[in-house]
């Protein structure tokens, strides 16, 4: 019986086109109707070094990457041992190596068991034979289409969509490459059992989380960018340096992230909604700037996609460790609002809502993805992409008499004049202020002026209390996460749930101010509480403990460093256990 559900890796060299490979594929089934979920992994060298991409199919919704491997495609197994504990094959696993590497490996090395299927196949030499050297990537495409049933009409249009574009004759050799590998790969024993089984369904949205959130900008009315690349945000930048100047905007790339937070605060300040990306480096530089932006009240978003850390650390793998930087990360009472998006269409509407709050509490907005969510492809419904946005508090005719740029009102907000408006002019810095503006120093006053600030938090938190609920609403066992780890928590609640235990799950979107009251009834009659996150430190759990009267006997932490992305199997694992542990107390007592 065909499978529903086929999870491939690829692994080679970065000039082997490993990412290009996966992308073809993705975007294919995707125009199938199928879902699909795209991950990619490189090293951190500029040029060259290892990669790998991991491409899940499937007839059935997804919400992770998936666990163990059921086909490898391997070019090199020089590469491939940089992925140790990344790539990890099932034990029934496929494996197409390249006949030509040098490196030799054997079942017994990738742990494989005696129903897994090693094929050797000349990929270079069919590369170079089909009259298109180099394309040994398109080779393994064809191998693998004829292999498990993936939709071969549709892939030679991808191809030809991804490489005619160029010159006719480079999408021509890249179709011969494709045909050589599928005629390779229908002379190969047949594996009816292992092939993907699927009804052809209406074509489905491809996108990253990085073009996501470069959506939600758009769409948001973002008309300005500035920001200096860093990995493994860059595609922010790239994107909306095409788009925006096409939509009357402007895209900045300027010589370090200060000037990047200093032109947004301009722009802000000129009228205009305005937003930066970083990675954690970038955001320790951006630490000043974020401290005017709330001093002088100005709307601004800040993206950071995350990676490991700390210095340069991990640029290219995912980690969830600038949680604390993002929510304390200033000199003196500068509030802020962090939120964090879970999934590529998230990544879309918590822009969108970031710059909503921005806009309307006139507060910074740190957006908190990582390179997980970020450089992942994800098959999402394009009517889903709509949300409504609001505009920044304008002052009236009968406002400007008079006007106090900064006077306190009872929800902290203040009309905010652009330059020019007649009767609008005001002085604005960094320093503490009365409320036109003027520089002051009076204790006093930046007390009242403090509070002023800080009195947005209250109506924001009761506005956006938007967050995700997986499980039973009797549940006994409660996992608290963010972030990206969502996906892998949802399938381990479901998994949990079809064993008939009593799992449930709570994803808080805005993390700050802190949904206290959407946290503590999702708590109420849990017996066993599991925090899950991708920080050594534990930063979530120690976060969640400032508001959260959390039980030391009934907590449970997973934490560890990011490099890996978080498994299925070690959360089920620890569902498990924690399980089976309660039931042996549960013995005792009786």
């Known amino acids: 019986m065909p499978k529903r559900d086929l999870t491939i890796a690829m692994v080679g060299a970065g000039g082997d086109g490993i990412v290009t490979m996966g992308d073809v594929l993705a975007q294919a089934a995707a125009r199938e109707g199928l879902n699909v979920l795209k991950t990619e992994a490189y090293g951190p060298q500029i040029r060259g070094g290892e990669s790998s991409s991991v491409v899940r199919l499937s007839a059935d919704p997804i919400y992770e990457s998936g666990d163990a491997i059921d086909v490898v495609v391997v070019f090199s197994w020089a590469?491939?041992?940089?992925?140790?504990?990344?790539?990890?094959?099932?034990?029934?696993?496929?494996?197409?190596?390249?006949?030509?590497?040098?490196?030799?490996?054997?079942?017994?090395?990738?742990?494989?068991?005696?129903?897994?299927?090693?094929?050797?196949?000349?990929f270079a030499k069919l590369s170079t034979d089909s009259g298109a050297k180099g394309s040994k990537n398109l080779v393994g495409l064809g191998v693998l289409t004829a292999l498990f049933g993936l939709p071969a009409a549709t892939l030679r249009r991808a191809i030809v969509h991804r490489f005619g574009r160029k010159k006719a004759a480079v999408g021509e050799g890249a179709l011969k490459a494709f045909e050589a590998g599928h005629a390779l790969g229908q002379t190969l024993p047949p594996m009816p059992e292992r092939q993907l089984g699927y009804t052809p369904g209406p074509p489905k949205l491809l996108m990253s989380g990085n073009e996501a959130t470069a959506i939600g900008a758009l769409h948001a009315g973002c008309r300005y960018f500035a920001g200096y690349p860093i990995t493994p945000s860059t595609e922010i930048l790239q994107f909306l340096d095409e788009w925006l100047p096409k939509m009357g905007g402007a895209a900045v790339q300027t010589e370090d992230e200060l000037s990047a937070i200093g032109a947004v605060l301009g722009a802000s300040f000129a009228g205009q909604k305005a937003m930066t990306a970083t990675s954690g480096p970038g955001l320790a530089l951006m630490t000043e700037m974020l401290g005017l932006a709330s001093m002088a009240e100005l709307p601004c978003v800040i993206v950071d996609v995350q990676r490991g850390g700390p210095s340069t650390g991990l640029p290219t793998k995912s980690e969830q460790s600038d949680l604390s930087q993002a929510l304390f990360g200033t000199h003196g009472d500068a509030p802020r609002v962090v939120m964090a998006p879970s999934d590529v269409e998230g990544c879309f509407h918590t822009t969108v809502d970031a710059f909503n709050i921005a806009e309307e509490y006139q507060i910074p907005v740190i957006v908190l993805s990582d390179q997980l969510v970020g450089q992942r492809r994800e098959t999402l419904d394009p009517a889903s992409l709509v949300h409504?946005?609001?505009?920044?508090?304008?002052?009236?005719?009968?406002?400007?008499?008079?006007?106090?740029?900064?006077?306190?009102?009872?929800?902290?907000?203040?009309?905010?004049?652009?330059?020019?408006?007649?009767?609008?002019?005001?002085?604005?810095?960094?320093?503490?202020?009365?409320?036109?503006?003027?520089?002051?120093?009076?204790?006093v006053l930046h007390e009242r002026m403090n509070a002023k600030r800080y009195r947005k938090l209250r109506p924001i938190r009761d506005a956006y209390t938007f967050h995700r609920r997986y499980g039973p609403e009797d549940a006994e066992f409660g996992i608290l996460c963010w972030g990206s780890s969502k996906g892998v928590v949802r399938e381990a609640v479901r998994r949990a749930n079809a064993r008939g235990q009593k799992v449930a799950a709570f994803v808080p979107q805005v993390l700050y101010p802190f949904p206290k009251n959407e946290f503590e009834t999702f708590l109420k009659g849990l017996k066993r509480i599991l925090v899950v996150e991708l920080s050594y430190s534990a930063q979530f759990y120690k976060y969640l403990r400032t508001f959260l009267d959390l039980p030391h006997e009934r907590t449970h932490i997973f934490k560890r460093s990011g490099g890996k992305s978080l498994t299925l199997e070690e959360v089920d694992a620890e569902i498990t256990a924690l399980l089976a542990a309660e039931r042996a107390e549960e013995k005792v007592s009786a």
């Open 79 to 122: 590469d491939f041992a940089r992925f140790k504990g990344e790539v990890m094959p099932a034990k029934n696993a496929v494996v197409l190596s390249d006949d030509a590497d040098p490196v030799a490996r054997t079942p017994e090395d990738l742990g494989l068991g005696p129903e897994a299927v090693w094929i050797k196949v000349p």
């Open 388 to 443: 409504a946005v609001r505009e920044r508090r304008l002052p009236t005719d009968e406002e400007l008499t008079n006007y106090s740029r900064y006077k306190e009102t009872p929800d902290g907000v203040s009309p905010m004049a652009r330059p020019g408006t007649p009767g609008g002019i005001y002085q604005t810095n960094g320093l503490e202020h009365d409320e036109s503006g003027r520089p002051a120093s009076l204790h």
